[in-house]
């Protein structure tokens, strides 16, 4: 790919699917949106939108997997985008880039304030006297990110260690809720419970509301390009990246299709539960009281600490990546890698800084952190749209050794309609009567980025950056090699 190597390859191929599992991390994603869903849509969205999105999401994945095979690099997205255009290599992968820095972030920030927001739940529950505020959060949070950024200091070895734990917990820790919300409960819903449909969105047109409900299982698959942004530190990357990425959708899938029935059938108080502050934790202490919810509540924290920790790995190889072809303010700061543990340790406390950035508004406006939360998905899934949509337009793609043969342009097409589609959605109302509190500010937020960005291209960074950087030919990078 015309790099030295400086990172370490000790991702195995199931490290490598780890991380993009934990990412994705149902437990997290059903969790921290399942509210949002009983509100819009209801049982029949929470149910069959799932199969529908995490179908469309698999075709997303597959021609992802696909440019990852061909362009193994730290680099992944904004890589990919520069190699893959015709023309303007250089604005194809500056704005793929910072689309994909800015998910990243997001993510890494969203994360890690759903826990702390589970955190003082599970406080709360424990002790009725702690009154749960938005600063206690904040603070929390910029705690969890502190231990993660630490975490990721260390060598690439120890994050592989606690990825493939994160996975163990994953799957234990889904079992043990599913079983007990199928087990302990006295009685559950019917089974033609999941045709039951509602909207409380306060929009009359019930497609609408529905639309909106598909949300919740595009929340939960973000970050799956991680497997992609770790491919220098995977061993055989070109087969194992691709593998990692598809491995992760699929059983991420069929796994949130199994936790997301258990806790339909769960329900006994569906408007109670859909009014309360934590609709998930209520559905747990009406079905198996407040013990065992507290129990759960716990596996479900572990999860998202776990998701976070993943987050954050996969946002700091993205930094390094930008930041070695010059795309970044001080790049040469954030490209450099620690000689004891051959880690961007430095790229890693950029990261938590500036996810702790995006949670510092949420001290006194909860609203400016859901444009946060939305920036994420949104910037995520359109850094993955770029890449695919210059391959689908490009007549000699030279494919990797995991390729989609002659369906790659078809797979590669349907992904990027999906994309465009859960994009807008993403930007429309979800809520009326549309107020201060329950506007979507996440256009607002995304034309910030992307006024920034071109103001920034057209000022200086076109002249400077021309896209993804080549070291050399391969005998020339291979003597630069761990140097």
Known sequence: MGYPRKLTRRFRAFDNFAI??????????????????????????LVFGWIAVAAMVLFVGASMAEIASAYPTSGALYFSAGKLAKRHRGAWSWYTGWLNFVGQVGGTAATGYAAATFIQAFIAMQWPSYEATPQRA?????????????????????????????????????????????VLPSHHQSPSFVTHF???????????????????????????DGSFHMSEETVRATVNAPKGIMRAIGYSAVAGLVLM??????????????????????????????????????????????????NMTSN??????????????????WHSVSARTRTPVKAVWLAAACSLVLVIPGWWSHTAFTAVVSINVVGLFLAYAVPIFLRLRLDTFQPGPWNLGRYGKL???????????????????????????????????LGVVLVIATVWWFATARRRFQGPVSYGRPDEVAAMDLI
């Open 20 to 45: 993009s599992f934990t990412i994705i991390n149902i437990l997290s994603g059903i969790f921290s949106s399942f509210g949002f869903g009983m509100n819009a849509g209801g049982p029949v969205i």
């Open 138 to 182: 904040v603070l929390i949070t910029a705690a969890i990110l502190f231990v993660q950024a630490l975490a990721n200091t260390f060598t690439v070895q120890l994050v592989a260690v606690l990825n493939r734990i994160s996975v163990w917990w994953l799957l234990i820790g889904l079992v043990v809720i599913v079983t007990a919300l199928i």
């Open 198 to 224: 509602v909207n409380n969105t306060g929009f009359t047109n019930g497609l609408y509301g529905a639309m909106l409900g598909l949300l919740v299982t595009s929340w939960t698959f973000t970050g799956f």
């Open 261 to 310: 029935l258990a806790l339909v059938f769960a329900i006994r108080d569906y408007a109670g539960a859909a009014s309360a502050e934590a609709p998930p934790v209520q559905i747990l202490i009406d079905a198996l009281g407040t013990g065992t919810a507290k129990f759960l509540l716990l596996i479900v924290i572990g999860a998202m600490l776990f998701c976070g920790l993943a």
């Open 316 to 333: 700091t190889r993205q930094i390094f990546a930008f930041s070695r072809d010059g795309a970044m303010p001080g790049s040469r700061w």
């Open 411 to 445: 797979v590669a097409a349907v992904a990027v309609t999906w994309i465009v589609i859960s994009s807008v959605l993403f930007m429309l109302p979800q809520a009326s009567p549309i107020t201060a509190e329950s506007f979507n500010y996440a256009p607002i937020a």
